[in-house]
């Protein structure tokens, strides 16, 4: 069964500036299959990336996905007020189905 | 307008049941499989069950295995958790969510229904 691993758990930013949020698995991520989701207080989560790297539709460019294998990263170029969030990472594809991390809290500085 | 509406929720008492539904519009019901995916209050997001599109076979994670039953009806373009034996560990907003591209890649989710667990 695989780990997602989120780091850090909390990131202090301020509006502009450049977020890195970090995924790592125990065991690698089969077909890259790593989904990248937002979530804001009372409200579900939103699809952000999938596949590591493609941007769900709708989602601007300054997110982005990288990352193969075990490690992955979630990079927001120059973060906008909206996006102050908690960010999940999930394994899909895998067994158990669902794997999430534990989140990682985008907060304003 | 694609949507899932979940319903059902409440307040219940330990080793009760409840009956989760989840509504679906906009899309094409069948061709997908659906999950519901749980949130304890703080906590982070938990997958908890999905059932194929036909609706023939449900999976569940071993801590609801055997309590937790998923059903669907494609005609009413909707997903059922039936939900026996209740904890205070399944407090929880449970989340109705689709599964594009495979059965756990969740690209919408519902608002969620609130279930409560307390004496």
């Known amino acids: 069964e695989i780990v997602l691993t989120q780091s850090p758990g909390t990131l202090s930013l301020s509006p502009g500036e450049r977020a890195i949020l970090s995924c790592r698995a125990s065991?690698?991520?089969?077909?890259?299959?790593l989904i990248w989701y937002q979530q804001k207080p009372g409200q579900p989560p939103r699809l952000l990336i999938y596949?590591?790297?493609s941007r769900a539709t709708g989602i601007p460019d300054r997110f982005s996905g990288s990352g193969s294998g075990t490690d992955f990263t979630l990079t927001i170029s120059r973060l906008e007020p909206e996006d102050f969030a908690v960010y999940y990472c999930?394994?899909?594809?895998?067994?158990?189905?669902?794997?999430f991390g534990q989140g990682t809290k985008v907060e304003i500085k | 307008q694609v949507q899932l509406v979940e319903s059902g929720g409440g307040l219940v008492k330990p080793g009760g049941s409840l009956r989760l539904s989840c509504a679906a519009s906009?899309?094409?019901?069948?061709?997908?499989?659906m999950s519901w995916i749980r949130q304890a209050p703080g906590k982070g997001l938990e997958w908890v069950s999905y059932?194929?599109?036909?609706?023939?076979?449900?999976y569940y994670a071993d801590s609801v295995k055997g309590r937790f039953t998923i059903s669907r009806d494609n005609a009413r373009n909707s997903v059922y958790l039936q939900i026996n034996s209740l904890r205070a560990e399944d407090t929880a907003v449970y989340y109705c969510?689709?599964?594009?591209?495979?059965?756990?890649?969740?690209?919408?989710w519902g608002q969620g229904t609130m279930v409560t667990v307390s004496s």
């Open positions: 969510s689709r599964g594009q591209w495979l059965p756990d890649a969740f690209d919408m």
């Open positions: 906009g899309f094409t019901f069948s061709d997908y499989f």
């Open positions: 059932i194929s599109k036909s609706g023939t076979t449900g």
């Open positions: 065991q690698t991520v089969s077909s890259n299959y």
């Open positions: 596949g590591a790297s």
């Open positions: 999930q394994q899909y594809g895998g067994s158990p189905p669902g794997t």
